[in-house]
């Protein structure tokens, strides 16, 4: 019943037009950023740790700019429940598509690395529409049951596959002979069963993913970024794949790890806004 609750009030908010859902948007940035302050310490102190050598002046104008985004990000989350496949290639331009398609061409599966950057939600969508080939979104359970089967439900309505990433093995295994495309959101916080493994990333000692990393040497499959940058026009983005690594096993182990986390500090320094910084990523501390 619950989750039946939250897919109905998505599906009611997603039949509001965009004009609407982006007026809602600017209203709700003064009740994030001035009235509630939602996870204020949390992103001022990411900032700062990530960014020591700017001025305090200028991480809070750096914060004002990326709670201006969250709730765009928010709006158009909702709006997904009834966006069509039309208007989903309209938003979101792949730009270079004959990356990940000469990968297919040659009988390979893709193994995807992206990060909470931009609408990546949306970009689940974009990747639906892009293939007929397989196509897996590897993520990370939500503590709530009912927001998770619901926003899985979500994610998964334009053909994508949701894979928990516990299980995720056996779905590439299955998947061996045929090509297909499995996106890893690399930039979560893992568990100290999860991972062992820290790496510098953003200035800060950093416990990391390496999931993406051993599946690809397992299928020796190339890793690719995706990386979803936003446009000038709100609610528009566009879709690039950069292909990191080849062959896995030319690499030294933990370093292709390194190569996608480097990509998306990278990225992330571009244009940091987009980043989600009310991420608690820093949490877990190398254990003695």
């Known amino acids: 019943m619950r989750k039946r609750s939250i897919s109905v009030v998505l599906y009611i908010m997603s039949l509001l037009p965009f004009w609407f859902l982006y007026c809602f948007s600017d209203f709700l940035y003064y009740i994030l950023f001035y009235i509630i302050g939602y996870r204020k ?3 001022l102190t990411n ?5 020591p050598d700017k001025t305090e002046e200028q991480r809070l104008e750096l914060a004002k700019k990326f709670y201006r985004f969250l709730p765009d990000l928010i709006v158009e989350t909702m709006k997904m429940a009834t966006m069509t496949k039309k208007q989903v290639n309209e ?5 270079n598509v004959q990356e990940i398609q000469k990968h297919f061409d040659q009988g390979k599966g893709v193994i995807g690395v992206t990060a909470h ?6 970009a689940i969508y974009r ?3 892009m293939t007929d080939h397989p196509r897996l979104v590897v993520y990370k359970p939500l503590n709530n049951v009912y927001f998770n089967a619901a926003y899985n439900q979500l994610r998964g309505r334009l053909g994508a596959t949701m894979v928990p990433m516990k299980q995720i093995l056996r779905h590439v295994v299955r998947l061996k002979a045929t090509p297909f495309i499995s996106v890893f959101v690399a930039d979560q916080t893992p568990t100290y069963q999860d991972s062992d493994y820290f790496m510098e990333f953003l200035n800060q ?3 990391v993913f390496t999931g993406a990393e ?14 979803v940058g936003r446009k000038k026009k709100r609610g528009y983005y566009y879709f690039k794949f950069t292909t990191l690594v080849e062959n896995p096993d030319d690499y030294p182990e933990h370093e292709i790890t390194h190569i996608h986390n480097r990509f998306t500090e990278q990225m992330i320094r571009e244009q940091p806004e987009y980043w989600l910084w009310s991420h608690r990523r820093w949490k877990r501390k190398r254990r003695s």
């Open 127 to 129: 990747m639906s529409t």
């Open 117 to 122: 950057y931009g609408n990546w939600e949306l």
């Open 41 to 43: 310490n949390v992103v």
């Open 205 to 207: 000692e950093t416990l």
């Open 91 to 95: 938003r979101i331009e792949i730009v």
């Open 214 to 227: 051993r599946i690809a040497r397992l299928t020796k499959s190339p890793v690719v970024y995706c990386h």
């Open 47 to 51: 900032l700062k740790n990530a960014f």
